[in-house]
């Protein structure tokens, strides 16, 4: 079975602040994805990023990066001079790469609210 | 571009009381899956499909049941509503180029919110 496990619930920091938020995950399988997606306080769910278990460069993407360690399960999202607009829910999810005559499932962590202040 | 389009927005049902969640999405994708969202608990799975007339149950499908009556529409039903069954409702949809993969990304709808008393 898959997991993943975000152990911070909540976090709060004040503006300009780096922010890392952890995700750690398991599965038995060689070939998986991670991906994470944003709640903002409106609700809808945002698509971030995905990263393939056979590609471990870390990827930046303005003031978002992201560290994945195959070596621990970890797929760590940092946050670069953290602005009021990050306030959300983010949470990490991993997904089978491939099922046989059904649809590969995505499996979310708890999430991490991360509250930024002026 | 309307993407996932989920209805009703909100619902408020009396425990016993019976609806349907519907989803639909414009964009030729195969799988389509339905979440509940609850405090402190994530997305949870309950219903998923992976392409017309075929269904899987998730995580928590208990007091669910699910229609994939064609490739755009999958609907969700509470045929009797429970306090527990509170929570926010998250239709899903996945497609790109290779059926069944999971690269894929999940786009979502904006979600419903269901209250059972």
């Known amino acids: 079975a898959q997991k993943v496990t975000q152990a911070q619930t909540e976090i709060s920091v004040v503006e300009k602040e780096d922010v890392t938020l952890d995700c750690v995950y398991e599965?038995?399988?060689?070939?998986?994805?991670l991906f994470w997606y944003k709640q903002p306080p409106s609700g809808e769910l945002v698509f971030l990023i995905r990263?393939?278990?056979?590609?471990?460069q870390n990827e930046i993407s303005g003031r978002y990066s992201w560290n994945f360690q195959k070596s621990t399960s970890s797929f760590n999202f940092t946050i670069t001079a953290s602005q009021v607009v990050d306030s959300a829910v983010y949470f990490c999810a991993l997904s089978e790469a491939w099922v046989d005559g059904t649809a590969s499932k995505l499996t979310f962590g708890t999430g991490t609210r991360l509250q930024v202040t002026l | 571009n309307a993407g996932v389009t989920q209805t009703p927005k909100f619902q408020v049902l009396k425990t016993g009381q019976s609806m349907t969640l519907q989803c639909a999405q414009d964009?030729?994708?195969?799988?389509m899956y339905w979440y509940r969202q609850d405090p402190g608990m994530g997305l949870r799975l309950i219903y998923y499909s992976a392409s017309e007339g075929t269904t899987d149950k998730g995580e928590v499908p208990n007091g669910y049941n699910v229609s994939r009556l064609n490739k755009r529409e999958f609907s969700l039903r509470l045929e009797s509503a429970a306090p527990s069954q509170t929570s926010v409702y998250f239709c899903?949809?996945?497609?790109?180029?290779?059926?069944?993969?999971?690269?894929?990304?999940?786009?979502f709808g904006a979600g419903s919110r269901l209250t059972v008393l």
């Open positions: 599965t038995r399988d060689t070939t998986y994805y």
């Open positions: 964009m030729n994708h195969n799988s």
């Open positions: 899903a949809s996945r497609g790109g180029t290779e059926l069944y993969s999971g690269a894929n990304v999940l786009t």
């Open positions: 990263r393939n278990s056979f590609d471990e």
